[in-house]
């Protein structure tokens, strides 16, 4: 007896469609979106923040609209999650929108993740922790995609292992494995630490080398910073790094360190008891030292004054 032939039934799509309708539908389109069904990137790693160009963004998308759409995925409870967007999303909650133009992409969590880090690494500004987090989220997604990496070894190493990862990780920037590979350490920074990194008081190189600190080393770096109102360059922070991998770092040791005087360092104002004694307890001597130099001029030009006979 002959096997029961087997037939695909077409579907009524199929059948009251044309083919071209049919290639149509998997082609991506533009289309509107309400806000309220999108949500942010998990672990988004770049900053959304209301400054100028934010205040630009929001005046030019209240006036003209959003020409490049969003990039979203479809979530399995009806929403849609961004990929490419999260500022354009910000400022057009703040011009008032209710939806918004998106392209819907069917990804991966992995491919969705690259694919953001890749389009916000093409922002104008990126803050070091930005770079840090983005690239080690990267290099993780690439890694469960079948790519050998590592995360701990040195520089050197990195030339013999993952060299593949580290090199794509860094592409849409510009930066080699080895870039790549330092920013990641950052990534190892106590929150506070990093944040001077952001805003300028910490080097980069620097940065890194501290990052090789245990969580206690680096809380008692940063009492010492805090104390002493200055950074390690990073000939200190090179210091501090040995002292630490010989297991012979201490607050002392640090404090000891952070008190050498660097080349570039700006002379500390000080005050004797006597002037400091004419301020509110607490005050940085730089404010008092600003509080003479305003002050000064008139009470010179008093005396003048007062000196001068009248006529």
Do not use: C, W
Not at 254 to 266: G, H, L, V
């Amino acid at each position: 007896m002959a096997a029961p032939l087997k037939m695909r039934l077409p579907s009524a799509d199929d059948l009251f469609s044309t083919q071209a309708e049919r290639d149509d539908a998997q082609r991506e389109r533009v289309q509107d979106i309400p806000l309220d069904l999108i949500d942010g990137f998990p672990d988004h790693p770049f900053q959304v923040r209301d400054d100028e160009a934010m205040q630009a963004m929001v005046e030019s998308i209240g006036a003209v609209g959003i020409h490049t759409p969003l990039l979203v995925r479809p979530k399995d409870d009806g929403r849609y999650e961004i990929i490419s967007g999260h500022r354009r999303k910000h400022a057009a909650t703040l011009a008032g929108l209710a939806s918004v133009p998106v392209i819907i992409r069917e990804m991966t969590r992995d491919e969705a993740i690259i694919a953001m880090i890749d389009a916000n690494l093409q922002r104008e500004v990126i803050l070091p922790s930005e770079k840090a987090f983005s690239y080690k989220m990267k290099l993780e997604a690439l890694s469960r995609q079948g790519k050998r990496t590592d995360l701990t070894s040195s520089p050197m190493e990195m030339k013999l292992k993952g060299k593949q990862s580290l090199a794509v990780v860094g592409e849409a920037a510009g930066d080699g494995k080895d870039t790549v590979h330092r920013y990641i350490r950052l990534t190892s920074l106590l929150p506070d630490i990093l944040l001077l990194v952001d805003n300028g008081k910490i080097a980069f190189r620097p940065a890194v080398e501290l990052s090789f600190l245990q969580e206690n080393e680096q809380a008692a770096l940063l009492e010492a910073m805090q104390a002493q109102e200055a950074t390690p360059s990073l000939a200190q922070s090179i210091k501090i790094k040995l002292f630490s991998q010989g297991g012979k770092l201490t607050s002392e040791v640090i404090e000891s360190i952070m008190a050498e005087e660097k080349p570039n360092q700006r002379e500390k104002t000080t005050f004797s008891p006597k002037v400091s004694k004419l301020f509110a307890p607490g005050t940085p001597p730089q404010k008092m030292e600003d509080i003479i130099i305003k002050a000064v001029p008139f009470y010179l030009q008093r005396l003048k004054k007062r000196d001068t006979p009248e006529l």
